[in-house]
């Protein structure tokens, strides 16, 4: 049969085949839909920014002999134990709830192969995760669940978390499918109810208390470790200057790409701004307070590739941090599961209902046979081999633009492909000298 | 920690910075610490990890022994905003009244304010309990998930706004119950619970005065907000 544009029938753009559905979902249910993942919707992105590389006025290094390095210390400032990753990509925070035992294991094991760290989440942190991963980020977040000072006392770092680049203003949800006798026992809930997590601290409120939890935190752990501030990207140049003027150490923003594992879709797709769009603030924000590249900052949210990487480290920022590309690397939306993915209404390549606790590959879930289908090893292998491309990537761009350290990228290394992503980044639009809004016309 | 000979060392705050008070606290020397002049400052006496005693003389600001692990911290003074916030275990005592969130998130042990509490008292409780015997401020309790706060007075508006699992007894009026919070029934084993902490505040007499144990209303979760 032929598809209905072969028979010259025209979809409608506003209208298209996602939103009718929505629509008769919401007539038929009267519920809102939650899902995974982060925005699907396309926003401008890496992909509107080229590198020039080198030519006559530009000098490349040698790109598989000459040393460019990818090292970045994190807590230099005010920790007197800093955090030094090998690698500027580090692996977001994901609860355990979230995701099973074993991938936060996969993960943590990846990351250590590489020398980076991974990140813990609402919930707290396990020791799976905690013997696994190298250098542990452990979150305080406006939930408390499984807040323990011994996990503070043990972690690497220790990451404030204000908002999240899903739902900027929300908080976490983890529906009661997700909620076994081990999730419910760590958050101190009873079994099976849907959990959603305060969106504001409990005991603090604005910048001013925020300098005073960061001072108890740093206390409490004899200010050893760095800690880090983590805002969505909703206003980035004024949420960065109060997160450096509480005394972060890192200020990680993340974009409205980021994922989630369950989150209202009106919020994924309708709350905060494009990760390329925030860089820019941030970093204006850090040289105007005079800590650019001291005060680190870390980008997250939809970070997928070598030149992701790369780009992101050329706008100003310091590391960056991958959540979604993090799972697919795990086995995440594997066409190997294709049948089950059919089975449960969806498709390899389209998979995003992670609240719902059946995940085919075992990853998003609680339920014990499917988590049993990952096996840490072998996940932790392929992240670690996904991690250690997009390091080579960034380099070979590094490199091919003459800098000797992947944080040596500037924005004179890139120009823009549209009027959009020029206007975003302050980049001028390639073949001209004209960033909309700066500098006049062409 | 080693088992310490008891002794008691002074640390005056008007002549050392808190961060050398909260590092002595994390590697005691001592069993009995006595802190002068604490002058509001914020911080004091965080992230206690041992059995030690530590009385401090006069007011704190914030977060005056935050994370607080067995030990006992008691504060002749008033005490800023989130003392004891995420306390596991052991005793605060505050001799005077608290600032709001008092006892934020404790997940174990036990926080006495002898005088008021103020807004957002036992916020996100999670197995923690909390003497209040004055009076406590509008939505204190909410989202508490565990644990038991006991208040000897009157209470505030919207009190257990989306509660969970905690317990709450109130002797004095509550200006208003928050969502999905209700007035419970008061059995046996709640006045037993009810009792042993009073005891434990120290109220001996109280709690063995039947009329005043009596006197208590017991509110909790109507549980309809579990599911979405």
């Known amino acids: ?442 | 920690m080693e088992t310490l000979t008891q002794t008691t060392v002074e640390f005056d705050l008007a002549e050392k910075p808190v961060r050398e008070l909260n590092q002595e606290l994390h590697n005691p020397t001592a069993t009995n610490y006595k802190v002068l002049n604490p002058r509001g400052e914020h911080s004091v006496a965080v992230g206690i990890n041992d059995p030690i005693e530590v009385e401090i003389e006069g007011d704190v600001g914030y977060y005056c022994a935050g994370m607080h692990q067995h030990g006992t911290v008691t504060v002749n003074g008033m005490a800023g905003p989130g003392v004891a916030e995420n306390m596991m275990s052991g005793t605060v005592h505050i001799k005077g009244h608290a600032s709001q969130s008092a006892g934020a998130t404790a997940h174990g042990g036990l926080l006495i304010i002898e005088g008021n509490a103020s807004t957002r008292c036992g916020i996100s409780l999670k197995g923690g309990d909390i003497v209040v015997k004055g009076n406590m401020g509008s939505k204190s309790a909410f989202m508490a998930q565990a644990g038991r706060i006991v208040v000897c007075g009157d209470a505030g508006e919207d009190i257990g706004d989306s509660i969970f699992e905690a317990r709450l007894y109130i002797r004095g009026e509550v200006a208003s119950l928050g969502a999905d919070c209700v007035r419970k029934e008061m059995r046996e084993e709640h006045r037993e619970e009810l009792v042993q902490l009073l005891k434990d505040a120290g109220m001996e007499e109280e709690a063995n005065d039947e009329a005043y144990v009596d006197s208590f209303t017991r509110y909790g979760s109507a549980r309809t907000l579990y599911n979405f």
């Open chain 1, 1 to 442: 049969m032929r598809s209905p544009e072969d028979r010259g029938l025209r979809e409608s753009a506003i209208f298209n085949r996602a939103a009718i559905a929505a629509i008769q979902q919401a007539a038929e249910t009267g519920i809102y839909d939650i899902r995974g993942w982060g925005a699907k919707r396309d926003v401008p992105h890496f992909d509107d920014l080229v590198f020039l590389g080198s030519a006559i006025s530009r000098y490349p290094l040698e790109g598989y002999r000459e040393r460019c390095d990818t090292d970045v210390t994190l807590g230099e400032m005010n920790a007197s134990k800093p955090m030094k990753l090998d690698i500027p990509i580090t692996i977001a925070g994901m609860s355990f709830g979230a995701l099973s035992a074993q991938a936060k294991e996969a993960l943590g094991r990846g990351a250590s192969a590489m020398g980076t760290s991974t990140t813990t989440g609402d919930g707290g942190m396990t020791e799976e995760e905690r013997g696994h991963s190298s250098k542990l980020v452990y979150q305080l977040l406006p939930s408390r669940y499984g807040m323990n000072p011994d996990h503070l006392r043990k972690a690497d770092a220790i990451e404030v978390v204000v908002s999240q680049g899903a739902k900027p203003g929300g908080a976490g949800m983890l529906l009661g499918q997700k909620i076994s006798e081990r999730v419910a026992e760590m958050r101190t809930l009873p079994q099976g109810i849907d959990q959603r997590s305060a969106c504001r601290h409990p005991d603090w409120t604005g910048p001013d208390d925020l300098t005073l939890k960061i001072q108890e935190l740093r206390e409490i752990t004899d200010w050893e470790k760095p800690i880090h501030v983590k805002v969505a990207a909703s206003r980035p140049y004024y949420d960065t200057k109060l997160a450096v003027a509480a005394g972060a150490d890192v200020v990680v923003v993340d974009g409205m790409q980021g994922g989630t594992a369950a989150t209202q879709e009106v919020f994924i797709e309708d709350v905060g701004i494009p990760t390329l769009a925030a860089i820019g603030p941030a970093v204006r924000a850090l040289k105007e307070m005079g800590v650019h590249r001291k005060v680190k900052l870390i980008i997250s949210g939809g970070i997928r590739t070598g030149a992701d990487v790369a780009k992101a480290l050329a706008l100003g920022a310091d590391a960056v941090a991958i959540g979604t590309a993090a799972l697919i690397a795990l086995g995440d939306n594997d066409p190997r599961w294709a049948e089950e993915y059919e089975k449960i209404g969806s498709a390899a390549g389209y998979y995003d209902d992670f609240q719902a606790g059946n995940d085919p590959a075992g990853i998003t879930t609680q339920d014990p046979e499917l988590a049993a289908r990952l096996d840490p090893v072998e996940a932790g292998k392929r992240l670690a081999n996904y991690l250690q491309v997009l390091t080579l990537e960034a380099q070979t761009l590094a490199r091919a633009c003459g800098k000797s350290h992947v944080t040596h990228l500037e924005p004179e290394d890139l120009v823009a492909l549209t009027i959009e992503s020029a206007a975003m980044t302050g980049l001028p639009l390639a073949g001209t000298d004209w960033i909309p809004g700066r500098n006049g016309g062409f």
